[in-house]
């Protein structure tokens, strides 16, 4: 079946502006994490729903940062004001349902901010 | 705090040659941990985990809490095995969050 599905796969924007970068989990996964990583640094967790709420969010660096997932399927993280630090790789998994089960990856969005 | 330590950013050796990808943790309580991997141009993927105490693609992993640490091990190197390599724990009352090291680059050469 399909994976984990993030788009776009690359954004560039300018300092200031807004960007909103989606996660397609599995289908039938409920639980949702985004994590972030930097150049030549491992994944750093951000955030993690069960179904439509956001059961942990605190990984978010601050208030710029805020995600969704209003019908428990599909994930938007949104950036307000964006910095250049913000530039990373985004990354989505998905699980079945309990915290134990294994996390599935999304591809990434490559984020830069000029 | 908890906190996972790869010391090694590039480990390189021959085919053939064993392997030894280190992984220390800090953590005051009972962890999971996980070793992902990510081939060139693919996406990240679980490799194995402490508790299944299995063998994939010819490595292991012993979880020592002792000395905190969760070396990944592989008695005979392959081309293939290159990748980014990382070792990530996660809290069994944290939710599934994972914490990740900061990757090892394993370069098989032939």
Known sequence: ?114 | AQRVTQPEKLLSVFKGAPVELKCNYSYSGSPELFWYVQYSRQRLQLLLRHISRESIKGFTADLNKGETSFHLKKPFAQEEDSAMYYCALRHSNQGGKLIFGQGTELSVKP
């Open chain 1, 1 to 114: 079946g399909a994976g984990v599905s993030q788009t776009p796969s690359n954004k560039v924007t300018e300092k200031g502006k807004y960007v909103e970068l989606r996660c397609d989990p599995i289908s039938g996964h409920t639980a949702l994490y985004w994590y972030r990583q930097s150049l030549g640094q491992g994944p750093e967790f951000l955030i993690y729903f069960q179904g439509t709420g956001a059961a942990d969010d605190s990984g978010l660096p601050n208030d710029r940062f805020f995600a969704v997932r209003p019908e428990g399927s599909v994930s938007t993280l949104k950036i307000q004001r964006t910095e250049r630090g913000d530039s990373a790789v985004y990354l989505c998994a998905s699980s079945p349902s309990d915290v134990t089960d294994t996390q599935y990856f999304g591809p990434g969005t490559r984020l830069t901010v000029l």
